[in-house]
């Protein structure tokens, strides 16, 4: 099946800086690539995917990057602010025994500091 | 209003007690998942169901049951075989094309007393 690892575990930076999270998954077959943030108590909510026929995908100050050869991609903010505060989660979709489902990474606590 | 609806958001347990976390959507989707939530800890697979009237199970599926017995209806049953329960539990569905999002319930926080 497969097996998404995230990196890193924490991440603080100040207001305007970039963040970086990299994510790597093991099913060369692995197809569908999102991002979900999670806010304090609430639920997760897809913030961007790509699909494996593209490399780059952007929407604002967001985008994500695969490299199928290596297989990992990462999420990208730019210009930071507080309210980017969250937990993320990276995904990567699991088709063992013919089901399907999504297999997430353990997450990366962003914290943008004023 | 469409949606994925979780109850109740807070559930407390006592010892040896089964205790029941409702999930339903409108949203017509044939997928529907149960994730579990720990502190600093990723969301593990514990059910997951493709269709009516079958179900399968995640990586921690032990001490948990669950049934799927209507498409908008996914109810999970923490057990008294489940050890450490206490954790945020999290609802999600989707189509079954296998590059779609997943949406999430707001969440069930179990703790036991």
């Known amino acids: 099946g497969e097996n998404v690892e995230q990196h890193p575990s924490t991440l603080s930076v100040q207001e305007g800086d970039s963040a970086v999270i990299k994510c790597t998954y093991s099913d060369s077959a692995s197809n569908y690539f999102p991002w979900y943030k999670q806010e304090l108590g609430k639920r997760p909510q897809l913030i961007i995917d790509i699909r494996s026929n593209v490399g780059e995908k952007k929407d604002q100050r967001i985008a994500v990057t695969l490299n199928k050869t290596a297989k990992h991609f990462s999420l990208h903010i730019t210009e930071t602010q507080p309210e980017d505060s969250a937990v993320y989660f990276c995904?990567?979709?699991?088709?063992?025994?013919?089901?399907?489902?999504?297999?997430f990474g353990a997450g990366t606590r962003l914290a943008v500091h004023p | 209003d469409g949606g994925i609806t979780q109850s109740p958001k807070y559930l407390f347990r006592k010892e040896g007690q089964n205790v029941t976390l409702s999930c339903e959507q409108n949203?017509?989707?044939?997928?529907m998942y149960w994730y579990r939530q720990d502190p600093g800890q990723g969301l593990r697979l514990i059910y997951y169901s493709q269709i009516v009237n079958d179900f399968q199970k995640g990586d921690i599926a032990e001490g948990y049951s669950v049934s799927r017995e209507k498409k908008e209806s996914f109810p999970l049953t923490v057990t008294s075989a489940q050890k450490n329960p206490t954790a945020f539990y999290l609802c999600?569905?989707?189509?079954?094309?296998?590059?779609?999002?997943?949406?999430f319930g707001q969440g069930t926080r179990l703790t036991v007393v």
């Open positions: 949203l017509n989707h044939d997928a």
């Open positions: 999600a569905s989707s189509t079954r094309d296998r590059r779609t999002e997943a949406f």
């Open positions: 995904a990567a979709p699991d088709h063992s025994g013919g089901y399907n489902k999504l297999i």
